[in-house]
């Protein structure tokens, strides 16, 4: 008898239903689990009790045998622990449920014990301070291995939109949707060998039409991030330093001018891929400046949540730029704290 193991034990149905039950069981109100370890008990002493009262009198005291089943069954009815156990889930459904009407997603009921007892409130800063749909603004071209800018400005930006849409379009990263949105819609680049670096960029490989033959490793996300990995190559040390020094240089000069909203800088890296330096073909690197807008109810929310107790910015972003949001928001928001540089599992 031959047998082959298709999967791991843990990934089992069995496996999968324990693990939800157990889920399930650790996300339940603490009042809930508390009344069904007690329910089954206090159910017991109610028929006991009950039976004693319909039993007992007409023994010891020869009270009539009616009037004592009509008490036992009083006592049953009163004494029920039913009510309780049914209405008190019934409280935290129509409470999740208020707070989804209202645009509130809440994991469970133990989350609004968890509201109850809270010292502050933290918010995230993309999408829920910002509307989180950025536009691109500008792209800015840093040259290649340290150098001068190409000359044929509007071809180096229509290559890095095409590097940049055909990488965005495998990420969810608002970011990416902006560009990927804006990228040009007469190219296609296809992206081989695609990673995710999570709360720092994407990575692939790929062929962009003019560099036939020659495959080009590109990372988009964060720039000091992409200054890593134009750093991986042999001549990709000075590109490196100038856009790590451009883009600091970038985001203070974008805060320290007053626009509006939340500004962006991500940046976008090319080299050739191992074994293939030409060159035709050198490392390049853009940066694209994106905006996003504050939502308008933003200022009016967080002023009357900051007055009652502390509030907190979450943000992936730089401290410069996190900080420049606080202030556009007005005098009334008053940030406990600001945590900028977060990657996504900081967060929690």
């Known amino acids: ?20 039950t157990s889920s399930a069981s650790a996300s339940r109100p603490h009042i809930v689990t508390f009344l069904d370890a007690v329910a089954k008990r206090w159910s017991y002493a109610v028929i006991v009790s ?14 009539p045998v009616g009037s004592s089943l009509y008490r036992s069954l009083v006592w049953l009815i009163t004494a029920s622990p039913c009510a309780l156990i049914l209405a008190t889930p019934l409280v935290y459904v129509s409470g999740l449920s208020v707070a989804a009407a209202n645009g509130v997603l809440l994991k469970g009921g133990r989350t609004l014990d968890a509201l109850a007892s809270a010292s502050g409130v933290a918010f995230d800063k993309t999408g829920t301070i910002t ?24 071809d180096s930006r229509h290559r890095a939109l095409l590097a940049a849409g055909a990488l965005a379009r495998l990420s969810v990263h608002p970011v990416s949707k ?5 990228a040009p819609k007469d190219g296609n680049a296809e992206v081989a060998d695609f990673q995710m670096v999570a709360g720092a960029g994407v990575l692939g490989s790929m062929d962009l039409p003019g560099h036939e033959g020659a495959t080009l490793e590109a990372a988009l996300g964060r720039p000091a991030f992409v200054a890593d990995h134009i750093e991986k190559s042999a001549t990709g040390g000075a590109l490196a330093a100038t856009l790590r020094k451009s883009a600091a240089q970038d985001t203070s000069a ?21 074994g293939e330096t030409r060159d035709e073909d050198p490392c390049a ?3 694209f400046h994106l905006q996003d807008r504050l939502k308008k109810s933003s200022a009016h929310v967080l002023a009357d949540v900051s007055g009652e107790r502390p509030v907190y910015m979450l943000t992936g972003d730089s ?5 420049s949001v606080s202030q556009q928001l007005g005098s009334d928001v008053r940030f406990a704290e600001i945590h900028a540089d977060l990657r996504p599992e900081e967060k929690l």
């Open 50 to 63: 009950t039976a004693a009262i319909a039993v007992l009198p007409p023994l010891l005291f020869h009270t």
């Open 319 to 323: 401290n410069t730029n996190a900080v």
């Open 178 to 182: 902006a560009l990927a949105t804006a």
């Open 254 to 274: 974008s805060s320290s001018t007053g626009s509006r909203g939340s500004y962006v800088v991500t940046a976008l890296g090319l080299r050739p891929a191992a």
């Open 285 to 287: 690197a853009w940066l």
């Open 1 to 20: 008898l031959l047998l082959k193991v298709l999967r791991p034990a843990h990934e089992s149905t069995i496996q999968k239903i324990g693990r939800l």
């Open 131 to 154: 509307t989180g749909s950025p536009t691109l603004v500008r792209v800015e071209d840093l040259g290649h291995d340290g150098g001068s800018p190409s000359a044929a400005a509007s």
